[in-house]
T-cell receptor, first 112, second 113 residues
Framework: DAGVIQSPRHEVTEMGQEVTLRCKPI?????LFWYRQTMMRGLELLIY????????DSGMPEDRFSAKMPNASFSTLKIQPSEPRDSAVYFC??????????FGSGTRLTVV | GQQVMQIPQYQHVQEGEDFTTYCNSS?????IQWYKQRPGGHPVFLIQ?????EVKKQKRLTFQFGEAKKNSSLHITATQTTDVGTYFC?????????????FGKGTKLSVKP
């Protein structure tokens, strides 16, 4: 298995632009998580899905953030409009039930 | 709210020395997981502990889950430069599904050759 695949690896965008991050989970995993990592706040859960259904989005910072999982093999995290304080590494992870998470390589987002 | 705390935040050791990081939860956990993140990398799952008082070993790494299931530790014997990275513990979010973890802030380990 290729693991959890995220794209792009790096994204530099101007403030106000829309940003879309993509994730392909491991086939057969029933949970998908979006995390944001910064030096100050560590790993923060943004939202997670179970069997493609959003379960908890209380970690999504504002209405500017949205996430979708149209099918079991694809999820997106969208920021519109982006702001400099959104700069961080965004990780997607998937898991099978109670087992450990498999993280993707992350997307390093820089908003200038 | 629920918290998972780790100490120390940073640890610098000489290669060959031992290293221990501690994890404490504000609530009783059904299980605890440990992850390692290399510099510039992503967290990688190391192990899950489920039973009270459980001890598991992976080569030079020893993981322990406390009797009250509120604390855990990771001990590395005779550190090597390949051990460099940040070690995170994580436990299920209280009231959440078993698949929803809350992560500690991690302990960043540096090893001087």
């Amino acid at each position: 298995d290729a693991g959890v695949i995220q794209s792009p690896r790096h994204e530099v965008t101007e403030m106000g632009q829309e940003v879309t991050l993509r994730c392909k989970p491991i086939s057969g995993h029933d949970y998908l998580f979006w995390y944001r990592q910064t030096m100050m706040r560590g790993l923060e859960l943004l939202i997670y899905f179970n069997n493609n259904v959003p379960i908890d989005d209380s970690g999504m910072p504002e209405d500017r953030f949205s996430a979708k999982m149209p099918n079991a093999s694809f999820s997106t995290l969208k920021i519109q409009p982006s702001e400099p304080r959104d700069s961080a590494v965004y990780f997607c992870a998937s898991s099978l039930a109670h087992n450990g998470y498999t993280f993707g390589s992350g997307t390093r987002l820089t908003v200038v | 709210g629920q918290q998972v705390m780790q100490i120390p935040q940073y640890q610098h050791v000489q290669e060959g020395e031992d290293f221990t990081t501690y994890c404490n939860s504000s609530t009783t956990l059904s299980n605890i997981q440990w992850y390692k993140q290399r510099p510039g990398g992503h967290p990688v799952f190391l192990i899950q502990l489920v039973k009270s008082g459980e001890v598991k070993k992976q080569k030079r790494l020893t993981f322990q889950f406390g009797e009250a299931k509120k604390n855990s530790s990771l001990h590395i014997t005779a550190t090597q430069t390949t051990d460099v990275g940040t070690y995170f513990c994580a436990g299920p979010r209280y009231g959440g599904s078993q698949g929803n973890l809350i992560f500690g802030k991690g302990t960043k380990l540096s090893v001087k050759p």
